[in-house]
């Protein structure tokens, strides 16, 4: 496998001169849900990927056929980073993008380390896989938004029924978004920014 180290070109966007709170955030999910696209659409400094090309070696094992775009031709192996400030919070995010195979478990742990909380990408399509990442997230325990990727092939589930689907705290947020869509990525990190500071260093 050739490594790939890539950045995304658009210019720096440099940090601002007034203090600012760091938080470090996951963006998790399972194979192919979106957790690159998402931190790429909202970076405000060119992204770090480790994405490299799915070959057929991999076809039974990193399957996701049936599950979102068709088009999927790459898959992150380490991890994605970006950086976002939300001025008017006085926060700024950097996001860590996990890899979304179980066999890369060792790598995942890593970037988790010092986490504050995380989005949790989830597919009406296929809700048990998000199951464990949900878990592997309450064990450190993070706070998180549970974050539906609305791919054109997923069912429409209503809100309430995804919760008790997915069992989620009642305090836990729900939220739909499109993760191609800089601004709908945006309203999914302050929905966290704000339930962080709520309910700080909490499982919800
Ligand atoms: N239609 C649609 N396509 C999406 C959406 N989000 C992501 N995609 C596409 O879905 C594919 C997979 O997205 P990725 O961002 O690579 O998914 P990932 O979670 O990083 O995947 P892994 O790193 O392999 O776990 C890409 O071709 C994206 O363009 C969405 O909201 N709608
Ligand atoms: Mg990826």
Not at 90 to 106: A, D, K, M, S
Request: charge should be negative.
């Amino acid at each position: 496998m050739d490594s790939t180290l890539s950045r995304t070109s658009h210019p720096p966007v440099f940090l601002p001169d007034v203090p600012h709170e760091r938080k470090k955030i996951l963006v998790a999910g399972p194979l192919g849900i979106g957790k690159t696209t998402a931190i790429r659409a909202v970076s405000e400094i060119p992204t770090l990927h480790t994405d490299e090309t799915m070959t057929t070696a991999a076809a039974g094992t990193d399957d996701v056929s049936g599950h979102g775009p068709r088009d999927k031709s790459t898959t992150t192996v380490a991890m994605d980073f970006g950086r976002l400030t939300l001025a008017q919070a006085g926060v700024i995010l950097y996001l860590f993008g996990t890899p979304g195979q179980e066999r890369f478990r060792p790598v995942w742990n890593g970037i988790a380390e010092g986490a504050l909380g995380a989005v949790v990408l989830i597919d009406t399509e296929r809700l048990d896989a998000s199951f464990e990442v949900m878990d592997r997230i309450e064990e450190r325990r993070l706070s998180y938004v549970a974050a539906v990727n609305t791919f054109p092939n997923s069912r429409v589930v209503d809100p309430g029924t995804l919760r008790s689907k997915l069992a989620l705290a009642e305090t836990t947020p729900l939220v739909f978004f499109d993760a191609r869509d800089k601004n709908s990525v945006l309203d999914v990190l302050i929905t966290l920014a704000v339930h962080l500071i709520e309910f700080p260093g909490d499982v919800r």
